[in-house]
């Protein structure tokens, strides 16, 4: 079983940067596949980033393509989301997510953490 725990959302201007984390614990968290998701008022959860468990490949949405980066550091548990030159549209709750299969499916996931509110204004 893995536990998430995310951080580093907040309120941000467009064209400014954010960091999420998310915490995971149980000692096999090396072994699972990772992801970001985000889900916007009204819309339904779509991806934005995967990886594997050893860190490469990765994989990212086209939106978010050479803005956002994803990467984890498996010593630390922990899961990591670089986003750069936010637009208001990147607006959402972000939610890290773990499981053995790495993809862009939610149904891939086994286990959620809580959601962390991005925020950026125009």
């Known amino acids: 079983q893995v536990q998430l725990v995310e951080s580093g959302g907040g309120l941000v201007q467009a064209g400014g940067s954010l960091r999420l984390s998310c915490a995971a614990s149980g000692r096999t968290f090396g072994s699972y596949a990772m992801a970001w998701f985000r889900q916007a008022p009204r819309k339904e959860r779509e991806f934005v980033a995967a990886?594997?468990?050893?860190?490469?490949?990765?994989s990212h949405a086209d939106s978010v393509t050479g803005r956002f980066t994803i990467s984890r550091d498996n010593a630390k548990n922990t899961l990591y989301l670089q986003m750069n030159t936010l637009k208001p549209e990147d607006t959402a709750v972000y939610y890290c997510a773990a499981g053995s299969a790495f993809g862009s499916s939610p149904r891939g996931y086994d286990y959620w953490g809580q959601g962390t509110q991005v925020t950026v204004s125009s």
């Open positions: 990886i594997t468990w050893t860190g490469s490949p990765t």
